[in-house]
């Protein structure tokens, strides 16, 4: 066991300690080559120094008009300017100190990661907390696909180079098809961790919370389709794994009427109804194509275990237990935002798989979509049956008007129409130009 992993998962692990364990790492797995990015600090240096096996070099990139500590015993310091020509052509612990904002953290890692040992070299980031700067410039760099996050005790924030591209698994599936409870019973595995419920007009690329091997993906159709995720994530180095779920669009489409997702709009993220089920016969017909893995929703409802026993066996992933009693909670999940409302209520209730099903379909399931309505009428005939659609009535039109789009227009346009009254203000409108001036350039010109 590695010095880091050996303390990666204890609790109370403080930042220092996963550092100087980053360090041991450093000089046990390679040749002890540490660069420090940014401010370097007596403390950080000390916790560095405390892992290493002596000899040992630490290669300070220092930033214009930092102060240099004094070097600890035994460790040998390499000081770099702006001009890295001279710095090591392979690199065992990259250390990103705190301080510095996300275009830095991007043009740091974008710089040094691909001098980093191919074969389990190291880097660490400070300051490293969801929604701030620095996780915005580690997303914007960093290639998930070969790296793994190995310890992130507080505010450090610790990844491991793979030697070979990791695995992802990903699922899709229309809105209410069910792709939400398989995606929860996967997720709860030991070996994956991932994505819940990808927000339908974005596409995941920060996995720094995901510590299992195999990373997991669940995408609404609509935005996107499925192929095109897979296309894109494969592109990227993933090594891609491909789940569709199905169900009977008359179910499907029935089920989003009256929700809020299953607006139908005319925005990319209120995509209409009937591009939606068009998408989804697209990604069911390169499924069948493509031999992609295909768990079909009353398939499952019907058989809940026999059914995800034999989609594991054909994703060649063993059987997991916790993928029936669920002992994760939400909060457990790297990214659990999202989720079908009814799911997250039934599963609240029942908190396990076959107990939630039953209570499901006791509620009496998803009300089917009359064939009466227009837009469903034609995707059924048009994307299950086949058949001709020219004698049916054509599509209505589709609004823009409360889709979330214009609902975030009009917001918009309230805030900026109070920002002017403050504005206009004969104490507040003053002070609000003084802070844009000596503050926040930034800041909306409120006059």
Same mark, same amino acid.
């Given at each position: 066991?590695?010095?880091?992993?050996? *303390?990666?998962?204890?609790?109370?692990?403080? %930042?220092?300690?996963?550092?100087?364990?980053?360090?041991?790492?450093?000089?046990?797995?390679?040749?002890?080559?540490?660069?420090?990015?940014?401010?370097?600090?007596?403390?950080?240096?000390?916790?560095?120094?405390?892992?290493?096996?002596?000899?040992?070099?630490?290669?300070?990139?220092?930033?214009?008009?930092?102060?240099? +500590?004094?070097?600890?015993?035994?460790?040998?310091?390499?000081?770099?300017?702006?001009?890295?020509?001279?710095?090591?052509?392979?690199? %065992?612990?990259?250390?990103?100190?705190?301080?510095?904002?996300?275009?830095?953290?991007?043009?740091?890692?974008?710089? /040094?990661?691909?001098?980093?040992?191919?074969?389990?070299?190291?880097?660490?980031?400070?300051?490293?907390?969801?929604?701030?700067?620095?996780?915005?410039?580690?997303?914007?760099?960093?290639?998930?696909?070969?790296?793994?996050?190995?310890?992130? +005790?507080?505010?450090?924030?610790?990844?491991?180079?793979?030697?070979?591209?990791?695995?992802?698994?990903?699922?899709?599936? !229309?809105?209410?098809?069910?792709?939400?409870?398989?995606?929860?019973?996967?997720?709860?595995?030991?070996? #994956?961790?991932?994505?819940?419920?990808?927000?339908?007009?974005?596409?995941?690329?920060?996995?720094?919370?995901?510590?299992?091997?195999?990373? /997991?993906?669940? !995408?609404? *159709?609509?935005?996107?389709?499925? %192929?095109?995720?897979?296309?894109?994530?494969?592109?990227?180095?993933?090594?891609?794994?491909?789940?569709?779920?199905?169900?009977?669009?008359?179910?499907?489409?029935?089920?989003?009427?009256?929700?809020?997702?299953?607006?139908?709009?005319?925005?990319?993220?209120?995509?209409?109804?009937?591009?939606?089920?068009?998408?989804?016969?697209?990604?069911?017909?390169?499924?069948?194509?493509?031999?992609?893995?295909?768990?079909?929703?009353?398939?499952?409802?019907?058989?809940?275990?026999?059914?995800?026993?034999?989609?594991?066996?054909?994703?060649?992933?063993?059987? %997991?237990?916790? #993928?029936?009693?669920?002992?994760?909670?939400?909060?457990?999940?790297?990214? +659990?935002?999202?989720?079908?409302?009814?799911?997250?209520?039934?599963?609240?209730?029942?908190?396990?798989?076959?107990?939630?099903?039953?209570?499901?379909?006791?509620?009496?399931?998803?009300?089917?979509?009359?064939?009466?309505?227009?837009? *469903?009428?034609?995707?059924?005939?048009?994307?299950?049956?086949?058949?001709?659609?020219?004698?049916? +009535?054509?599509?209505?039109?589709?609004?823009?008007?409360?889709?979330?789009?214009?609902?975030?227009?009009?917001?918009?346009?309230?805030?900026?129409?109070?920002?002017?009254?403050?504005?206009?203000?004969?104490?507040?409108?003053?002070?609000?130009?003084?802070?844009?001036?000596?503050?926040?350039?930034?800041?909306?010109?409120?006059?």
């Amino acid at each position: 066991m590695s010095p880091l992993a050996a *303390i990666a998962g204890l609790p109370g692990t403080t %930042d220092r300690a996963a550092l100087s364990a980053a360090a041991r790492h450093a000089g046990a797995a390679g040749a002890g080559v540490i660069v420090v990015v940014g401010k370097p600090r007596v403390d950080l240096l000390a916790a560095l120094a405390d892992g290493l096996v002596e000899p040992a070099r630490i290669v300070l990139h220092v930033l214009a008009g930092a102060a240099l +500590p004094a070097a600890p015993a035994g460790i040998e310091i390499v000081t770099l300017d702006d001009d890295v020509g001279d710095a090591p052509p392979r690199v %065992d612990l990259l250390v990103v100190t705190a301080g510095l904002g996300a275009d830095a953290i991007r043009d740091t890692l974008t710089h /040094w990661l691909p001098r980093l040992h191919e074969d389990g070299g190291l880097v660490a980031v400070e300051d490293h907390v969801d929604g701030h700067e620095v996780a915005a410039g580690v997303s914007e760099a960093v290639p998930f696909a070969w790296y793994q996050q190995v310890a992130r +005790p507080h505010r450090l924030l610790v990844l491991r180079r793979q030697r070979e591209a990791r695995r992802l698994v990903l699922c899709g599936g !229309m809105q209410s098809s069910g792709s939400s409870l398989v995606s929860w019973c996967f997720l709860q595995r030991g070996d #994956m961790d991932g994505v819940y419920d990808l927000h339908n007009p974005l596409i995941q690329q920060d996995f720094a919370a995901v510590r299992t091997a195999i990373a /997991w993906v669940k !995408m609404t *159709i609509g935005a996107f389709r499925l %192929d095109e995720l897979v296309a894109f994530y494969t592109a990227q180095g993933w090594q891609v794994s491909t789940l569709l779920v199905t169900r009977g669009l008359a179910d499907v489409l029935g089920s989003l009427r009256g929700k809020d997702y299953g607006f139908d709009g005319s925005t990319s993220d209120d995509p209409p109804l009937y591009l939606r089920a068009r998408r989804y016969a697209a990604d069911l017909a390169r499924a069948r194509e493509a031999g992609w893995v295909i768990l079909d929703y009353e398939a499952l409802c019907a058989a809940p275990v026999a059914s995800l026993q034999a989609t594991c066996a054909a994703l060649d992933l063993p059987w %997991d237990e916790a #993928m029936t009693h669920w002992p994760k909670a939400l909060e457990d999940i790297a990214y +659990p935002g999202g989720g079908s409302p009814t799911l997250n209520a039934t599963r609240g209730q029942a908190g396990a798989l076959v107990d939630t099903v039953r209570r499901y379909e006791a509620r009496g399931g998803a009300s089917s979509a009359p064939v009466t309505d227009p837009v *469903i009428a034609r995707a059924i005939a048009a994307f299950e049956h086949g058949t001709d659609t020219a004698s049916l +009535p054509p599509l209505p039109p589709v609004p823009y008007r409360d889709s979330h789009r214009h609902r975030l227009e009009r917001e918009l346009a309230e805030a900026r129409r109070d920002l002017a009254r403050l504005g206009r203000h004969p104490v507040f409108g003053p002070l609000l130009r003084l802070w844009r001036r000596l503050v926040n350039r930034d800041f909306p010109d409120c006059s």
